[in-house]
């Protein structure tokens, strides 16, 4: 049970986050198709990592994995070809989930910083600058997952596959252009729900 | 969409990845029959199968088709619909430029269609696409959204976010204008969100532009006053567990840390700004929950970056340090973490420097308690940012022990650190002999060869030193198991100042050599050969061991050792202890001189390791501030790791390149001479030999070379990778050449390339006579260098040795190729690839005439192609390098530029390194 997580595990007859990481153990992975291969050597620097800090978006992805390393989303704002995402999703699901509780909630990460947090089974991560507010991104990442909780109404991670195409405008709402856009929890469900009444 | 829900709990059902791709496969052919189908799609379906098509690509599928339809749904009239299609491109943007066109018009309908859902919508899909396409389309369009009186406070946020991602991409397209003015004073909007977005806006624009920003300043300053100052729940929506606008405060902290501090009324207001929040820190707080700490302390840590950054308010800086201090003792190991990081910027200011410097003891405790590595790391990094004279030997000491039990990762980068405090913080040298001893000793397989380097180095320079050295490693190689670094340093201290304690019988001339003999064999080559040196040292420093050592240079093991570098020093040192007189000995093993005084090789290396950032600005500031930050008395002459020097080489006068000996005599001539039996030496190239060499790289006849004795010239034919060269030697002269022998020599690179068969001349040339030497030329591989042809001959008493290089250039077996305009293109096109291609922009030469170019690239071995460049000045030119393994295609194109008198010259090939090659031959030509 993490604390500061609402309404975890309460109510619904769904799957909760962690029946999903039960099912994760399965052969097939139902969304993101990549399972194992971790560890292995660090590959080449993409050019694209490497660029200097003004030009730069502050966070240069957003990725929700879960323990089994699928992704539940991944959000770019830079250019990556398709190898380079494999191999960068790969290689934070590494650094990240071999870290405990008594961890900091930040890793180094090539010449970037992880910031994470787990939630139940799933792992949200975000990838900035080293010199970027560490306390920020990692209350950034909370104010998210609360206003996911509250739009699904305790959202569990079958929430996420199943409405993937949702998930992607609540973090359009919140971040934008790899810079915080909005961190009202109201104005973004406010708005949200105004999209919802359009359907 | 049940559609969708259904076929993503199939998926999930499937019980194996192959029962996966079949459900795929079908549900494609089913998407795609749709798509196809006479009937028209609804806009439900269309959305409903292009949302399937995403999913599957986000399965990690490739998806082929469907672009056309997601494009059709941004004009639907639906925002579901429209939501999908935008969503589709931004995933799979395409680079299509048909497609481009469309979606960008469909951006530019919704742009205008003053919906702010749909305008949210558009502006989201330029943001995450970013093109440059997009940025032509929309750069001057969004700058009037985002300043238009009447557009919707979620359009301005997206707009100002949207405008920063194409300022990024494409900075060009976004001029500054109108707007930039009315943009900074969005820091006043009424909405938060406004403000969060333009401030993360003019943060970007002020780093590029910091005159045309200025004013955000003091609006910056004034907002977020009025935030620290607000009740905790004056900001309503804002209020993230009773901390106002945590996040927009951080931004507006980074934004000032753009500029210096301001002027002083703004900077009075600033400074309240600070202590506020200061003070806040110290407030119990108004939750326990950790979200509550976390954003009051993201905004603390951020406004200590901006004290550290201004440095200029002690008070600030030492309560910034005394905050940091509390934290590294909180339980959240994050607060551990981040106070630790933080203070390592602090120690490197004059004013909190020894703030930091109190806190010692909790830091060396986190080195030892701290479970997570990384917080582990963030310890050692504040250990050598507050270490200073009056604390080295205790840091050097914890960082020593912690060393034993470190993490392998950050063995290595530790050693450094102590290798760099040890010699800077060194009061005196025996100390500094002590620590490194410990550190080969405790972590020697982390000591790098810049560290011992380095230790010899010092004391060659130190004569207080020498003494306590010698003694030190004697007794330290007295160890039944010492690592092989110690063999190293132990051998050459040794062999230097082996003399100093010589006179002890326990470390007797014969003791030592024994004591140093006894590690030999288990040492590696370069260490053995390191050995034989010092050996040679002490047939000179102790002439009572001579024999002992000449045995052992004499020894099987030595004179017939496998490894040439062993073999050649025990002949040459046997030789040299035999044949040459004591005073010779004495000069050419006399003690090494002082080595120049230049940066520490370590600090270079602990630079290349940590990027050059952490390291430098904290030497640099430190020197900066001209006060003596770390007190005590002025650093000893020989500290000079933060000297720079004109180059910074990280090796040790050479000792880094494997063949050169480490003991090179300091008069020079005389091994060469002692071992002098006259070999014949090739001579260097002779004079012009380059020019010469260039005009033959597109003839093949002509003379080479002359003086006053020799003409050489040649004629040469070249079929596909054969050829076959006529060497001519002309004797000018009217006495008899002896002993005439050309050699042709090819490098070691060359020799796998290049097959050069030829026989050997007759060794007389009369008078006026001409000899003739056919070579035979097979190209087995791409090659760069060229050839040497070597002549040695007696003209006269006198010995003559000259060099040219022989004009056998890779596009000798060039074979020109004939194609249509429309074959070249696409041929040059598939060469694509940045490796293949290789320009070269250079300055005529020789005057520009067509006729003579046209010569030249024929005669270069292409084919020259008309009517292909649609510029009728360009050059066009193509052909196939054959070698005995490959076949090479090459594609030339040369653009003339009468007026500023150059020429761009541009090569694909399917190799680069043949690019490469063609293109700087060819260039030589023009």
Redesign the interface.
């Known amino acids: 049970m993490w604390p500061g997580w609402p309404g975890l595990g309460l109510g619904s007859s769904r799957d909760s986050w962690k029946s999903d990481s039960r099912e994760a153990l399965s052969p097939i992975s139902p969304l993101g198709g990549w399972v194992g291969s971790l560890g292995s050597a660090q590959p080449a620097l993409p050019a694209s990592l490497t660029s200097s800090f003004s030009c730069s978006p502050q966070i240069r992805f957003i990725l929700i994995q879960n323990r089994a390393g699928k992704t539940r989303l991944a959000k770019w704002y830079m250019q990556f070809d398709d190898d380079e995402k494999q191999k960068l999703i790969e290689e934070v699901h590494a650094v990240v989930t071999v870290r405990d509780a008594k961890h900091t909630n930040f890793v180094e990460f090539r010449n970037f910083k992880i910031i994470y947090r787990r939630y139940a089974g799933l792992y949200f991560c975000i990838c900035v600058d080293v010199n970027d507010n560490n306390l920020a991104y990692l209350e950034a990442i909370h104010n998210f997952v609360e206003v996911l909780n509250e739009y699904f109404h305790n959202v569990c991670e079958l929430d996420l596959v199943f409405n993937f195409y949702k998930v992607y405008t609540v973090v359009d709402e919140m971040f934008l252009a790899g810079e915080i856009r909005e961190t009202s929890q109201t104005k973004v469900l406010k708005q949200l729900l105004m999209l919802q009444s359009l359907e | 969409m049940r559609g969708l829900?259904v076929f993503?709990s199939d998926?999930?059902n499937?019980?194996?990845?192959e029962?996966?791709i079949k459900r795929i496969n079908k549900e494609l052919a089913n998407i795609r029959s749709k798509f196809k189908g006479d009937k028209a799609l609804d806009g439900y379906s269309k959305k409903k199968y292009v949302?399937k098509l995403?999913?599957i690509f986000?399965?990690?599928?490739d998806i082929d088709f469907g672009h056309m339809e997601a494009v059709n749904l941004l004009s639907s009239n639906?925002?579901?619909e429209k939501?999908?299609g935008y969503?589709f491109i931004?995933v799979l943007v395409n680079s299509n430029s048909e497609l481009i066109r469309l979606i960008n018009n469909a951006i530019k309908n919704d742009l205008a269609s003053r919906n702010p859902?749909f305008m949210g919508l558009a502006l989201?899909c330029i943001?995450?696409v970013?093109s440059r396409e997009m940025a032509e389309a929309f750069a001057g369009e969004i700058p009037k959204v985002l300043v238009a009186g009447d557009t919707m406070d979620?359009v301005k946020?997206?707009a100002a976010?949207?405008l920063?991602?194409l300022y990024?991409t494409s900075?060009d397209l976004v001029p500054m204008g109108d707007w930039t003015s009315r943009v900074v004073h969005l820091l006043n909007d009424q909405h938060?969100?406004v403000v969060?977005?333009a401030t993360?806006l003019i943060t970007?624009l002020a780093?590029?532009n910091p005159e045309e920003f200025k004013t955000s300043v003091s609006l910056a300053v004034s907002r977020l006053s009025r935030i620290v100052t607000s009740a905790s729940t004056d900001l309503?929506?804002?209020t993230?567990y009773f901390v106002p606008?945590?996040?927009?405060s951080?931004?507006l902290l980074?934004l000032l840390q753009c500029y210096p501090p301001p002027d002083p009324a703004v900077r009075g207001r600033l400074t309240e700004c600070l202590e506020t929040i200061l003070n806040k820190a110290q407030e119990p707080p108004k939750s326990k929950?950790?979200?509550h700490s976390?954003?009051k302390?993201?905004v603390l840590?951020?406004a200590i970056s901006l004290i550290i950054h201004h440095d200029s308010e002690p008070n600030l800086l030492v309560r910034a340090c005394n905050q940091l201090g509390q934290f590294l003792q909180h339980r959240e190991?994050?607060l551990r973490?981040?106070a630790l990081e933080s203070m390592c910027t602090l120690a490197s200011s004059e004013f909190s420097h020894e703030a930091v410097k109190t806190h010692i003891e909790t830091v060396i405790n986190a080195l030892k308690t701290e479970?997570?590595v990384?917080?582990r790391q963030r310890a050692v990094d504040l250990l050598y940012a507050m270490c200073d004279r009056s604390n080295a030997p205790q840091i050097v000491a914890e960082m020593l022990s912690y060393l034993e039990t470190a993490d392998y990762s950050i063995r290595e980068e530790i050693v450094l650190k102590v290798a760099i405090l040890a010699e800077k913080y060194a009061v005196d040298y025996t100390w500094y002999v002590d620590t490194i001893l410990n550190l080969i000793r405790i972590a020697g397989d982390y000591v790098s060869e810049e560290v011992w380097y380095r230790v010899i180095q010092i004391v060659i320079n130190r004569d207080d030193v020498q003494g306590y050295a010698a003694k030190t490693v004697f007794e330290a190689l007295q160890a039944p198991a010492c690592h092989e670094n110690l063999v190293k340093v132990g051998g050459y201290i040794l062999g230097e100042f082996g003399n100093l304690i010589a006179g002890d019988p326990r470390s007797s001339p014969l003791i030592q050599f024994n004591l140093l003999h006894s590690k030999f064999h288990l040492c590696s080559v370069p260490t053995r050969a390191l050995l034989l040196s010092t050996y040679i040292k002490f047939v000179n420093l102790f002439p009572e061991v001579k024999p002992t050592i000449q045995d052992v240079l004499r020894s099987d093991s030595q004179l017939r050792n496998a490894d040439v570098e062993l073999q050649q020093r025990a002949v040459e040192y046997l030789r040299l202890s035999t044949v040459a007189s004591t005073d010779i000995l004495a000069t050419v093993l006399e003690e090494m001189p002082p080595f120049p005084e230049r940066e520490s090789s370590i600090l270079a290396k602990l630079k290349k390791k940590k990027?050059p950032s952490t390291v430098t600005d904290l030497e640099d500031t430190k020197r900066e501030r001209s006060v003596d930050v770390n007190g005590g008395p002025e650093p000893a002459p020989a500290s000079t790791s933060a000297m720079s020097t004109p180059s910074p080489s990280a090796d040790l006068l050479g000792l880094g390149r494997p063949t050169a000996r480490p003991h090179p005599p300091p008069g020079g001539g005389l091994l060469v001479d002692v071992f002098s039996d006259s070999a014949s030496v090739v001579a260097p190239l002779a004079p012009g030999s380059e020019d010469n060499f260039a005009r033959f790289v597109c003839k093949n006849n002509g003379v080479l070379f002359e003086n006053q004795l020799l003409q050489i010239g040649l004629k040469s034919e070249f079929r596909q990778n054969l050829g076959r060269m006529f060497i001519f030697y002309g004797n000018k002269t009217s006495t008899q050449f002896l002993n005439f022998t050309p050699t042709l020599i090819c490098s070691d690179d060359l020799q796998p390339n290049l097959n050069l068969q030829t026989k050997p001349v007759d060794p007389t040339v009369e008078g006026g006579a001409q000899v003739q030497q056919v070579v035979n030329i097979e190209c087995v591989s791409d090659f760069t260098e060229a050839p040497v042809l070597n002549i040695q001959f007696r003209y006269g008493g006198t010995f003559q040795n000259v060099s040219v290089q022989l004009p056998i250039t890779l596009n000798k077996f060039f074979q020109p190729t004939e194609m249509a305009s429309q074959d070249f293109f696409q041929r040059w096109k598939q060469l694509s690839n940045p490796q293949q291609e290789v320009q070269n922009i250079f300055k005529a030469k020789h005057p520009m005439d067509t006729e003579v170019t046209k010569a030249k690239i024929i005669g270069f071995g292409s084919a020259l192609l008309e009517e292909v460049d649609p510029n009728p000045a360009n050059f066009v030119g193509a052909g196939i390098i054959h070698t005995k393994t490959t076949q090479i295609g090459c594609l030339l194109r040369l653009e003339p530029n009468l007026q500023a008198q150059m020429y761009r010259l541009t090569l694909r090939t399917s190799k680069e390194a043949v690019s490469q090659r063609l293109c700087e031959l060819l260039s030589a030509q023009f």
């Open positions: 829900a993503i998926i999930r499937c019980k194996s990845k029962a996966e949302c995403l999913f986000l399965l990690g599928h639906r925002y579901t939501q999908i969503l931004s859902t989201h943001a995450s970013g979620s946020q997206s976010l949207c920063l991602r990024r900075p938060l969100g969060t977005a993360s970007t780093q590029k309503q929506d804002y993230y606008a945590p996040w927009l951080v931004k980074r929950k950790v979200q976390n954003a302390n993201a840590f951020e190991t994050n973490y981040l479970r997570d990384s917080v990027g």
